[in-house]
């Protein structure tokens, strides 16, 4: 089955600076890559999504990167502010109706 | 208002004494699924449905017991709680699941089991 390995677990940047999650799979049939920000106390919810007929996509100060060949995409956040504090999740998805298997998260702490 | 509700949000058992975690939601989603929130073990699943009546082991579903018998309701069952089952469980549905869209989760249940 699928296998999504997050890395890293903890990260520190000051406001301003710009972080990368990063994560791998092994199932080369997936082919959606969502990730996930929850903070303390809430529950996940989704800030954005790659599928794999696209390499990159961007929202904002946010965007994703998928390299299908290497088994592995990003998280990019550029301009970090203190609210973007939380863990994130990666997850990799393959056909309708298949389970979503997700990373272990990292926690990312932006200080002021 | 869309949305994914779960009762109860905190619960406080002993262990043997069986218990259900009840999830619905409103938007007339397919799939559905339960994962358990552990420290530094991230999301896993539980169980999944991709409708009524259909239902998948996830990675740790031992334990657990899952219904479909409805569209809109999943309820988690937990015959004999142990306290390695005190967890954050969420519960989540997306239209179909997988490849194609966005899991939308519920509040989550804080259960400890003593």
């Known amino acids: 089955g699928e296998n999504v390995e997050q890395h890293p677990s903890t990260l520190s940047v000051q406001e301003g600076d710009s972080a990368v999650i990063k994560c791998t799979y092994s199932?080369?049939?997936?082919?959606?890559f969502p990730w996930y920000k929850q903070e303390l106390g809430k529950r996940p919810q989704l800030i954005i999504d790659?599928?794999?007929?696209?390499g990159e996509k961007k929202d904002q100060r946010i965007a994703v990167t998928l390299n299908k060949t290497a088994k592995h995409f990003s998280l990019h956040i550029t301009e970090t502010q203190p609210e973007d504090s939380a863990v994130y999740f990666c997850?990799?998805?393959?056909?309708?109706?298949?389970?979503?298997?997700f990373g272990k998260g990292t926690t990312l702490s932006v200080s002021s | 208002e869309a949305q994914v509700t779960q009762n109860p949000r905190y619960l406080i058992t002993v262990t043997g004494k069986k218990l259900t975690v009840t999830c619905s939601q409103n938007?007339?989603?397919?799939?559905m699924s339960w994962y358990r929130q552990d420290p530094g073990l991230g999301l896993r699943q539980i169980y999944y449905?991709?409708?009524?009546?259909?239902?998948d082991k996830g990675d740790v579903p031992e334990g657990y017991k899952v219904s479909r018998k409805e569209k809109r309701n999943f309820p988690l069952i937990l015959e004999s709680p142990s306290p390695n089952q005190t967890s954050l469980y969420f519960c989540?549905?997306?239209?179909?699941?997988?490849?194609?869209?966005?899991?939308?989760f519920g509040p989550g249940t804080r259960l400890t089991v003593l």
């Open positions: 989540a549905s997306s239209l179909f699941g997988g490849f194609t869209d966005t899991q939308y």
């Open positions: 199932d080369s049939a997936s082919n959606y």
């Open positions: 790659i599928r794999s007929n696209v």
């Open positions: 997850a990799a998805g393959g056909q309708a109706g298949t389970a979503l298997i």
């Open positions: 938007m007339n989603h397919e799939y």
């Open positions: 449905s991709m409708n009524v009546e259909v239902t």
